[in-house]
């Protein structure tokens, strides 16, 4: 069986996640996840918990991140439908903070992002039924759970104008009014 495949991005430790994946008249089989591959890279496996989520055409989820001490690593994958995906850098002294990079993700059997704690994230689905799965390397913490608001992105056009937002992401604030508690950390993986 094949192995995994990371790209490096434009923001330091933010990789693109090549899956494994085969297809063949039965369907296909994808793998999203290989220990040894992450080691290779000092990549974070010790994952708390993961995620599904649903999202029908025209909703955006974000930008979403948790404040230290419970900041995460994140593994996203879209299994299901078509997102647009924006990742932005808030760790202060990193090169790239306050940039974005955009992302095409489409399942079953396409590319996942590895997401390092520092960065918010959020999406926008574009087909009528996106499914997104996540793992985090911390559990959920409320009181440490917080984010940008989507439109307020540096340099992100996103796909709707009037998204359907959920209350609590419609209230964050805005990107220059937010003060970062991350630092970077430097580097690559």
Do not use: N
């Amino acid at each position: 069986m094949g192995a995994l495949r990371f790209e490096l991005t434009k923001i330091p430790g933010l990789l693109v996640i090549h899956p494994f994946v085969s297809r063949d008249e039965r369907g296909s089989f994808t793998k999203t996840f290989e220990a040894s591959r992450y080691d290779e890279r000092s990549l974070m496996t010790a994952f708390a918990e993961e995620y599904h989520t649903s999202s029908a055409r025209g909703v955006v989820r974000g930008m979403h991140f948790q404040t230290p001490p419970h900041d995460h690593d994140k593994v996203v994958f879209c299994i299901s439908g078509a997102v647009f995906d924006v990742v932005l850098d808030l760790r202060r002294g990193s090169p790239t903070y306050g940039r974005s990079v955009t992302f095409a993700l489409e399942g079953p059997g396409g590319h996942g992002l590895y997401v390092p704690r520092g960065c918010a994230h959020g999406f926008a689905a574009l087909s009528e039924d996106a499914v997104m799965a996540y793992k985090v390397t911390s559990p959920y913490e409320p009181k440490h759970d917080t984010g940008i608001l989507w439109s307020s992105v540096p340099g992100v056009v996103w796909p709707f104008e009037a998204p359907v937002l959920s209350e609590r992401d419609a209230s964050f604030p805005e990107f220059g009014r937010v003060t970062s508690p991350f630092e970077y950390e430097g580097g690559y993986r």
